[in-house]
């Protein structure tokens, strides 16, 4: 079965840290640009950061910036999102996403089922 599977989600308190984790099952990483993307309540799903299958890294949001890093290692099929400081505003669901290349302009080819972040005291 082809999937990406999240983790590394859970509760931390503002100003902590969190790196999430997306995990390919089934297939390699390498050949996909893979992106993380959220999704607050009740907002729509928004797009955080894309890296490319030769490491560029493509941010959609100002707000993450100097936050969160995306990185990748091929050789354990796991691309992770490094996230510091992390704010209220920063709760949502995170979801990992596969596809030909950054930013996603010729579509997507699987998505996980996402993980749960939440920043509080």
């Known amino acids: 079965q082809l999937q990406l599977v999240e983790s590394g989600g859970g509760l931390v308190q503002p100003g902590g840290s969190l790196r999430l984790s997306c995990a390919a099952s089934?297939?390699?990483?390498?050949?996909?640009?893979i992106g993380w993307f959220r999704q607050a309540p009740g907002k729509e799903r928004e797009g955080v950061s894309c890296i490319s299958t030769s490491g560029g890294i493509f941010n959609y949001a100002d707000s993450v910036k100097g936050r969160f890093t995306i990185s990748r290692d091929n050789a354990k099929n796991t691309v992770f999102l490094q996230m510091n400081n992390l704010k209220p505003e920063d709760i949502a669901i995170y979801y990992c996403?596969?596809?030909?290349?950054?930013?996603?302009?010729?579509?997507?080819?699987?998505w996980g089922k996402g993980t749960l972040v939440t920043v509080s005291s």
């Open positions: 089934g297939f390699t990483l390498d050949t996909y640009a």
């Open positions: 996403a596969a596809g030909p290349v950054c930013p996603f302009r010729r579509g997507i080819n699987y």
